[in-house]
Every structure is written in C-alpha cells, then in structure tokens.
C-alpha cells in the first residue's frame, strides 16, 4: 500500500532552520506532484509548498515564500522541505502529500495519499 513517512521535525528557536523529508513507497513517484501542508491547534490545514511531477515547477503559500524551499530526489523517493528563518508561527504539524491530477494543488482535497505529520515547534 501506498504509505508517506515525514521526518525530521522537532523543537527549534527563531531564526533556526530544519529539513523535513517524506518517504514514499508503494507509488510511482514521478506520477505524483507532491506537497507539503500544516495545521496549528485550531486552524485548518493550510497549503506550504508543491512541486510538480518533474520537479521543475515548484511553488510557496505567500507566508513561506523566500524562507522554504521544496525539492525532490527520485532515486530515494523522497522529497523534502528545507525551512530557513524559521518563526514561531511556522510552529504546526507538518504534512506531506501525494497528488495525482495536480489540477489544483493548493487544495488539499486535491491530494491522494497523506503522511502521519511531523511536529515543528519553533520557540521565540
């Protein structure tokens, strides 16, 4: 069965950096455009960042743009989510998701498959 597994979350401080990664298995990798998504206690899921099935097309929520950066490595399947400058508002549970169509990837009713999540604390 299809499974994504995030790593690498964990308690930072302001302006540190992290790098999640998000495993697949059980998939065709370069069939799928794939994202990353967050929800803090009381918030709904938001959009982080995408990229396209070829990985020549990426693209950022206005909040994280020019701080996160996503790529992807087809030979382990994986792709990943460097975060910079990180802020105490980055603090969620972070998740990764596979889409198939990519006709609209800022939704996450758009998405296939999801990971369990990875926690990121950012202290201030």
């Known amino acids: 069965q299809v499974q994504l597994v995030e790593s690498g979350g964990g308690l930072v401080q302001a302006g540190d950096s992290l790098r999640l990664s998000c495993a697949a298995s059980?998939?065709?990798?370069?069939?799928?455009?794939m994202g990353w998504f967050r929800q803090a206690p009381g918030k709904e899921r938001e959009f982080v960042g995408g990229?396209?099935?070829?990985?020549?097309?990426?693209y950022y929520a206005d909040s994280v743009k020019g701080r996160f950066t996503i790529s992807r490595d087809y030979a382990k399947n994986t792709v990943y989510l460097q975060m910079n400058s990180l802020k105490p508002e980055d603090s969620a549970i972070y998740y990764c998701a596979a889409d198939r169509s990519a006709l609209n990837p800022e939704s996450p009713y758009d998405y296939d498959f999801w990971g369990q999540g990875t926690q990121v604390t950012v202290s201030s």
């Open positions: 059980g998939l065709t990798f370069s069939n799928y455009a």
């Open positions: 990229i396209s099935r070829s990985g020549r097309n990426t």
